[in-house]
């Protein structure tokens, strides 16, 4: 079976793009292979998260995961600072990664260009504790997304490194874990582009059922269409991917053949469109709320993860420090 590593970011609110995408699929996968999912929350002090609102960003992004789907039971959950191993075997690893090809990193260099005022030594070595992150659980595979697919081929690089400098066979190097053709790109409600954070166009899994009813109702769409056979313009097209996303298949065909008749009234759709998403997010929204209102379950679940972490990490880093000539006396 293989392992799989991923880390989450420790801020901001899941929305439906990240629903769709990545957490469908995390949910999927925890039954297929050994999964270790961790909040990466020594990775967001890189920023200079407020000390005061850290731990619940933790909490929160945790509460959401969980509410979603992820299942202590069968996948490690922890938080990456409840695995201090982890910053020893980021050190050890740090001694073969050059200065200079850090410096050359992509994300690296975006940091510079945008945070000119805050560049820190751990914004350099990121992609050295993201490589702890996924080398200390021997991880098979690593979902990523395109921003990370460099991060993740440093991994590579520090493993092979590592084992012809020392002359060992001892990791292995990490594949991306392809979901092939099913991760969908899930759009705003601004009429172009896809669902973000930053973009201020995004459905939460945390807003309530009147809150998606205001955004679905306001979405950009455009005058209608006025022959049959017309291409179908972005805002619209938009629209109707998150209908199939949300929508029973013959909702689709509805307003789809009113489309093509040229009678669709927008404020149709978009009126079952939202309590279509409604009735997706609701559930979930009540269990976030209701899993971060039991401290007790999410004590037990991030102990549990992190003592099954720590294991694995723990057997990584002794084999690692005894390579690399570390021995007690
Ligand atoms: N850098 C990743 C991101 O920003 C998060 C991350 C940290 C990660 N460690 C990881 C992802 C290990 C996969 C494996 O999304």
Redesign the pocket.
């Known amino acids: 079976m293989d392992t799989v ?3 989450i ?1 420790s801020t901001g609110q899941l929305h439906l793009g990240n629903y769709f995408g990545a957490l469908r699929n995390f949910i999927k996968m925890q039954h297929d292979a050994r999964c270790f999912f961790f909040i ?1 929350d020594y ?1 967001s002090l890189t920023t200079h998260p407020d000390p005061r609102i850290l731990h619940d960003n933790v909490r929160n992004v945790l509460a959401e995961y969980l509410a979603a789907g992820l299942d202590p039971s069968v996948a490690t959950i922890y938080v990456q600072s409840d695995v201090p191993q982890v910053a020893e075997l980021s050190m050890l690893l740090s001694m073969h990664a050059p200065v200079g090809e850090l410096e050359r990193t992509a994300s690296f260099k975006d940091k510079i260009r945008k945070h000119a005022d805050n560049v820190n030594a751990g914004l350099l070595t990121y992609p050295v504790l ?1 490589a702890a ?2 080398l200390q659980h021997k991880a098979d595979k ?1 979902p ?1 997304g395109k921003d ?1 697919e460099q ?1 993740l081929e440093m991994t590579r690089v520090y493993a092979r490194r590592f084992n012809s400098f020392y002359g060992v066979e001892y990791f292995s190097e990490p594949a991306a874990y392809n979901f092939g053709t099913e991760l969908v790109k899930v759009p705003g409600l601004d009429g172009s582009g896809k669902m973000g954070k930053s973009e201020g166009n995004g459905l939460y899994l945390s807003d309530s059922d009147a809150d998606i009813r205001k955004k679905v109702m306001r979405a950009v769409s455009d005058s209608g269409p006025t022959a049959p056979g017309e291409p179908m313009s972005e805002p619209v097209a938009n629209l109707f991917t998150l209908l199939k996303l949300v929508s029973a298949p013959s909702t689709v065909e509805h307003f789809a053949a009113s489309y093509n008749a040229c009678e669709i009234r927008y404020g149709d759709l978009k009126k079952q469109l939202a309590e279509d998403i409604v009735a997706v997010v609701a559930p979930i929204r009540e269990r976030i709320e209701a899993v971060k209102a039991d401290e007790a379950f999410l004590r037990r679940v991030t102990a549990d993860g992190a003592e099954k972490a720590r294991e694995s990490s723990a057997k990584t880093l002794a084999q690692v420090r005894e390579i690399m000539g570390i021995r007690r006396f």
């Open positions: 590593v991923s880390g970011r990466a990775h993201m992150d996924i690593v990523v990370q991060h």
